[in-house]
């Protein structure tokens, strides 16, 4: 397969100084569902203004489907369709309308519009409210609405900023099975961007952690190469040093993450390696509240390339520390 992205050494750096984007390196090929991961803040949505020519770059070189970014941005708007973060459906228009509308915006012939909306309606399962005004539809429905804009004129690549954010688990799985249908049965190379590790792991045949490494999701679990094991301690923050000494003894046990409930312990045979801890724990008096394990997930990829997990707080503003050189 042939690249429809390619970006090298990417910098974007803010009229203030701040750096939103810090020397990203990463291809994307025709065809396929790309991820691009990391907390808000990390430069994620910014990269693809950049990509989508409503931000210019600072530095370095861009190029979609051939053409170059710098020289070419017409060209390359005529086979983009962009989905943001935040819905941009006209809430007086009925659904039909606004596909309609976003159609003409973009030149397409009246019977080519009519022929498209019909079937876009049809794909997200909005033929029933198509004649509703889009201000009555459900959070789920706007979404699906706001992704048919995007589509409207058959684009060969489609950008997804955040585009299950706030969606309640029903719908979030309905997008996901509209996603994959356009990718597999459409061919449409989809680029998104996600706070869910678990909707990229999914979705993605290939990933991005901004900017930590790069791989398919079963490549870069397979890095890991271990379970994770998270450890609850009576008093967590006084027995801590302790523990991680008892720990360091036990043979199989890889790397010790203070994360976690209290610590987090990675181990090829975690059903052995337990039995071993607890042994070992009850030995020298620590106090284990509880104990548990799992195969590895994106989520222990990017601990294991950061030293710690994405917070809770960092899905609402992350700190400039997280951009870096890639891997």
């Known amino acids: 397969m042939s690249e429809i992205i390619a970006v090298k050494e990417l910098v974007e750096i803010y009229s203030d100084g701040t750096k939103a984007v810090d020397d990203i390196s990463f291809n994307v090929k025709e065809g396929e569902f790309f991820g ?3 907390p808000n803040g990390a430069g994620k949505s910014t990269t693809i203004k950049i990509l989508t020519t409503l931000l210019r770059k600072t530095s370095d070189s861009v190029f979609v489907a051939g053409y170059d970014l710098d020289k070419e941005p017409g060209e390359i708007r005529k086979i983009i369709g962009v ?5 941009a459906v006209d809430g007086d228009l009925t659904g039909r ?6 159609g003409h915006f973009l030149g397409m012939p009246t019977q080519t519009i009519k ?3 019909e079937e876009l309606l049809k794909l997200l399962e909005l033929e029933n409210f198509a004649d509703k005004r889009a201000r009555n539809y459900s959070g789920g429905m706007k979404k699906r609405l706001d992704l048919a804009t995007a589509l409207i004129h058959q684009p060969k690549l489609i950008f997804l900023d955040e585009p299950t954010t706030g969606l309640d688990p029903q719908s979030r799985a309905a997008i996901w099975a509209y996603l994959e249908r356009l990718n597999r049965e459409e061919g449409i190379t989809i680029f998104l961007t996600t706070q869910y590790m678990e909707e990229a792991d999914r979705l993605c045949r290939q990933l991005s952690i901004i900017i930590v490494v790069s791989g398919s999701p079963r490549e870069l679990k397979a890095q890991v190469g271990e379970d994770s094991i998270i450890l609850s301690l ?11 000494n008892v720990l360091n003894k036990i043979r199989g046990i890889g790397q010790i ?9 990675y181990a090829k045979n975690a059903g052995e390696i337990v039995a071993d801890i607890v042994r070992a724990f009850d030995t020298n008096e620590i106090k284990l509240s509880s104990v ?13 390339h950061t030293g710690r997990r994405i917070r ?10 997280m951009l870096g050189a890639r891997r």
């Not at 009576?234 to 991680?244: G, L």
């Not at 993450?257 to 312990?265: H, N």
């Open 292 to 304: 548990s394990f799992s195969t590895p997930t994106l989520d222990d990829i990017f601990l294991r």
């Open 83 to 87: 989905q943001s973060q935040e819905t």
């Open 257 to 265: 993450f203070d994360e976690g409930e209290c610590l987090t312990v």
């Open 312 to 321: 809770p707080e960092e899905l609402v503003k992350a700190p400039s520390r």
């Open 115 to 117: 022929k498209r909306t």
């Open 97 to 102: 309308e606004n596909l309609a509308l976003q």
């Open 234 to 244: 009576e008093d967590c923050d006084k027995i801590k040093p302790q523990a991680k």
């Open 36 to 38: 691009f991961l990391g």
